[in-house]
């Protein structure tokens, strides 16, 4: 069964600080992957995808996000946060049957 | 464009007690699906439809059924409330099943 795996559950930056959630998902084949934030009390928008070509994928407010697929993974990075990055960040994995499944979730805090 | 319409926003419920919680789209999406939201968990697909007349249960169908009667809405029916199903209920929609999906705003939900 497919699953995804995020270890860092909680993660303190300051502003300028550089940023990279870990992600890692199981499943052999063919994968779409996706990164999503949730602002306190907010929805799920969608912050960056990957389907094919490109490894490296670029998303909204500066983030980005590299698949590896030899490792299994899917990163988000960012060159240097802010306090309005402060959300919880969610990596989710469709494999095209039916569903998407979401990561335990990684919550930042910026501090200003 | 509204977009994902949920309803209610946030309703308190005796165990026990029917309920249902609505959701509409205006994308003609395909693919619709019910998450519950909790601490530490993340989000767990409860049930899904990938076309109007088709359903699937997904990570944590126990206690919920769902109908998709037409394109547009995807109604979540607890049979009988119980404490532990107190969470937050994100429905969500894609075009088709492979692609990402857009998230409603939530119903917040407490049993007691």
């Known amino acids: 069964a497919q699953s995804v795996s995020q270890h860092n559950h909680h993660v303190i930056l300051s502003e300028a600080a550089s940023l990279e959630l870990g992600c890692n998902y199981s499943?052999?084949?063919?994968?779409?992957l996706f990164w999503y934030v949730q602002y306190p009390g907010q929805h799920l928008q969608l912050l960056l995808k990957y389907f094919s070509g490109d490894p490296l994928v670029k998303g909204i407010k500066g983030f980005e996000a590299e698949f590896i697929k030899s490792k299994f993974s899917f990163n988000l990075r960012k060159p240097s946060v802010q306090w309005s990055d402060t959300a919880e960040y969610f990596c989710?994995?469709?494999?095209?049957?039916?569903?998407?499944?979401f990561g335990t979730g990684t919550r930042l805090l910026v501090s200003p | 464009i509204a977009g994902i319409t949920q309803a209610p926003t946030s309703q308190i419920l005796a165990a026990g007690r029917r309920m249902t919680l609505r959701c509409t789209q205006d994308?003609?999406?395909?693919?619709m699906y019910w998450y519950r939201q909790d601490l530490g968990l993340g989000l767990r697909l409860i049930h899904y439809?990938?076309?109007?007349?088709?359903?699937g249960k997904g990570e944590v169908p126990d206690g919920y059924s769902v109908s998709r009667a037409n394109t547009d809405d995807f109604p979540l029916t607890l049979a009988s409330a119980v404490p532990s199903q107190t969470s937050v209920y994100f429905c969500?929609?894609?075009?088709?099943?492979?692609?990402?999906?857009?998230f409603g705003q939530g119903t917040r939900l407490t049993v007691v």
């Open positions: 994308m003609r999406h395909n693919a």
């Open positions: 439809s990938n076309t109007a007349g088709t359903t």
């Open positions: 989710a994995l469709n494999t095209g049957f039916q569903k998407l499944v």
């Open positions: 969500a929609s894609s075009e088709r099943e492979n692609t990402e999906a857009f």
């Open positions: 499943y052999g084949g063919t994968v779409n």
